[in-house]
């Protein structure tokens, strides 16, 4: 068995995000409340009558239900889980060993949103 290189760099490691709400405390408060205490967000139609139609004073709802890939067609919704995941990266890893670094991760809906976040996270020369 050889001995690993003092002083290389692995470019390809892959911390794993345990699970979705793991990222809620990244969000701004907005993007927090996106999912019911308990269920799945749109399970109920008082919550979606309380939280939407009565508090807004909606005329009329058009239900586009979401189940998984048609997430990433929201472009801010995608604009907000990249912040997440990159500010969770930087805190719940990069924060706690010196040796890490981080991939930028972006919304690849929006040049412009790509753009932001890389610039946001290049401020932080672990990225």
């Given at each position: 068995?050889?001995?690993?290189?003092?002083?290389?760099?692995?470019?390809?490691?892959?911390p794993?995000?345990?699970?979705?709400?793991?990222?809620?405390?990244?969000?701004?408060?907005?993007?927090?409340?996106?999912?019911?205490?308990?269920?799945?967000?749109?399970?109920?139609?008082?919550?979606?009558?309380?939280?939407?139609?009565?508090?807004?004073?909606?005329?009329?709802?058009i239900?586009?239900?979401?189940?998984?890939?048609?997430?990433?067609?929201?472009?801010?919704?995608?604009?907000?889980?990249?912040?997440?995941?990159?500010?969770?990266?930087?805190?719940?890893?990069?924060?706690k060993?010196a040796?890490?670094?981080?991939?930028?991760?972006?919304?690849?809906?929006?040049?412009?949103?790509?753009?932001?976040?890389?610039?946001?996270?290049?401020?932080?020369?672990?990225?």
């Open positions: 068995m050889t001995s690993p290189i003092a002083g290389g760099v692995d470019c390809d490691l892959h794993a995000v345990p699970h979705l709400t793991s990222l809620l405390p990244y969000m701004n408060d907005y993007w927090q409340d996106w999912r019911p205490g308990q269920g799945k967000p749109g399970e109920s139609l008082p919550d979606m009558q309380k939280q939407a139609l009565d508090k807004f004073g909606v005329a009329y709802g239900c586009n239900p979401l189940y998984g890939v048609q997430m990433v067609f929201s472009e801010d919704m995608q604009d907000a889980f990249c912040r997440a995941l990159n500010d969770w990266l930087a805190k719940e890893w990069l924060d060993d040796r890490l670094r981080g991939s930028i991760v972006i919304p690849t809906q929006s040049v412009e949103k790509s753009v932001a976040e890389i610039e946001r996270c290049a401020k932080d020369k672990r990225f």
